[in-house]
């Protein structure tokens, strides 16, 4: 059982929209930053989403990041048949020197 | 461009030991901290272990904490894992990451080599 929680998976019809939720404990998610990662299929993790908000160079502005107090969201509008992968949250939980990722939510892209 | 390269895995047997490298490329390699996580099969990331950048600082996830040590070379831009008393439960594709900290945004894995599997069976 992952100390950060996402749902399994999620699902939306091309060009809709979908929201990929994170939670955790004040000393998981409320004291430190979120980043996300999407993991295609048969792939390495790659970064999307960093500090919270903040979009890696390159990454569609299709794709954004939000937190709000243990709570933190990934949202991905205009979807694409090439999004269809597992999302990851993760943070550094820095007052306890430990990493931690949430267990991931497979995204189908109906 | 930043590369992460992992070699080292293979077939195990249980209590056995191995060692994974993950030559680092493109980067002050002395800059930045040094991960590894797992990823069991068909299931999630799990966080293993950390280096600092100038290796003073090591820390680990529970279940490895005594078996597994982490440990870096600068004059070879590499970071290992050496893994002890390996279990079935360590059986996963292991990957490289880059630690990136910064004040304004925190801590994150930026860059992540492809992975090494390791399977521990009889």
């Known amino acids: 059982q992952s100390v950060l929680t996402q749902p399994p998976s999620v699902s939306a019809a091309p060009g809709q929209r979908v929201t990929i939720s994170c939670s955790g404990s004040?000393?998981?998610?409320?004291?430190?930053?979120i980043s996300w990662y999407q993991q295609l299929p048969g792939t390495a993790p790659k970064l999307l989403i960093y500090?919270?908000?903040m979009r890696l160079s390159g990454v569609p502005d299709r794709f954004s990041g939000s937190k709000s107090g243990t709570s933190a969201t990934l949202d991905i509008t205009g979807l694409q048949t090439g999004d269809e992968a597992t999302y990851y949250c993760?943070?550094?939980?820095?007052?306890?020197?430990?990493?931690?990722f949430g267990g991931g939510t497979k995204l189908t892209v109906l | 461009q930043v590369q992460l390269v992992e070699s080292g895995g293979g077939v195990v047997q249980p209590g056995r030991s191995l060692r994974l490298s993950c030559a680092a490329s493109?980067?002050?390699?002395?800059?930045?901290?040094m991960h590894w996580v797992r990823q069991a099969p068909g299931k999630g990331l799990e966080w293993v272990a950390v280096?600092?950048?100038?290796?003073?600082?090591?820390h680990f996830t529970d279940s490895v904490k005594g078996r597994f040590t982490i440990s870096r070379d600068s004059s070879k831009n590499t970071v290992y894992l050496q893994m002890n008393g390996l279990k079935s439960a360590d059986t996963a594709v292991y990957y490289c990451?880059?630690?990136?900290?910064?004040?304004?945004?925190?801590?994150?894995?930026?860059?992540w080599g492809q992975g090494a599997l390791v399977t521990v069976s009889s």
């Open positions: 990451a880059r630690g990136l900290k910064d004040y304004w945004t925190g801590y994150h894995w930026d860059y």
């Open positions: 280096i600092s950048y100038d290796g003073s600082e090591k």
């Open positions: 493109g980067f002050r390699f002395n800059d930045f901290g």
């Open positions: 004040s000393s998981s998610i409320g004291d430190n930053y």
């Open positions: 993760g943070t550094w939980a820095s007052s306890l020197n430990i990493g931690f």
């Open positions: 500090g919270n908000n």
